[in-house]
């Protein structure tokens, strides 16, 4: 069974740099068809993908947030992170981690159970 | 991007009715859909994978439909652990979710 789970501070001041990891047990983020995503949701809100790592170490970014986004992951570690730069409450949010697997299309189908963030002025 | 309509974007229904979701996407994008359950507090939960397919372990009352642009989710038999908000999400283009459907058990 895969596991994932999401840690950082839960308040980040606007302008700063938001930083999270997620830590995956029950499976190698280095093998396999699996791409490693962060996905957000303001409160009330819906679902926006972030950006993800794929196995091979390459990234992909959702296009309307692709200069404030990076993924990179720790395979030592068995980890991946998202620093999303010049943060305003706006991006003030559950964030989720999750594995998305492929078949025709890629679907999430292991997620973290979330972590608030705040950006705060 | 492909933006993804979903409708309702509420409904109540009873125990035992059949239940339709409907998804439109903003240009073809052949059976790269998949529908989640969000329950309240909650991570989303994979339902259905490539517009048909349904995800180990979830019962068989859920189903799903459609290809191109035009896609749908039936509950058969809706149940009182049914409830929650339900979400579309596309990978044919970038990946983008549709705006949810809560669905409440009257």
């Known amino acids: 069974q895969v596991h994932l789970q999401e840690s950082g501070p839960g308040l980040v001041k606007s302008s700063q740099t938001l930083s999270l990891t997620c830590t995956v047990s029950?499976?190698?983020?280095?093998?396999?068809?699996?791409?490693w995503s962060w996905i957000r949701q303001p409160a009330g809100k819906g679902l926006e993908w972030l950006g993800r790592?794929?196995?091979?170490?390459?990234?992909n970014y959702n296009p309307s947030l692709k200069s404030r986004v990076a993924v990179s992951g720790d395979t030592s570690k068995n980890q991946f992170s998202l620093k999303l730069t010049s943060v305003t409450a706006a991006d003030t949010a559950v964030y989720y981690c999750?594995?998305?697997?492929?078949?025709?299309?890629?679907?999430?189908?292991?997620w973290g159970q979330g972590i608030l963030v705040s950006g705060s002025s | 991007d492909i933006q993804m309509t979903q409708y309702p974007s509420s409904l109540s229904a009873s125990v035992g009715d059949t239940v339709t979701i409907t998804c439109r996407a903003s240009?073809?994008?052949?059976?790269?859909l998949n529908w989640y359950q969000q329950k309240p507090g909650k991570a989303p939960t994979l339902l259905i994978y490539?517009?048909?397919a349904l995800q180990s372990g979830v019962p068989p009352r859920f189903s799903g439909s459609g290809s191109g642009t035009d896609f749908s989710l039936t509950i058969s038999s809706l149940q009182p652990e049914d409830f929650g908000t339900y979400y579309c999400?596309?990978?044919?283009?970038?990946?983008?979710f549709g705006g949810g459907t809560k669905v409440e058990i009257k």
């Open positions: 999400q596309q990978s044919y283009s970038s990946i983008t």
């Open positions: 240009r073809y994008m052949s059976n790269y």
């Open positions: 029950g499976g190698s983020i280095s093998s396999g068809n699996y791409y």
């Open positions: 790592i794929y196995t091979d170490g390459s990234t």
């Open positions: 490539d517009a048909s």
């Open positions: 999750a594995r998305g697997a492929h078949s025709v299309s890629l679907s999430f189908d292991y």
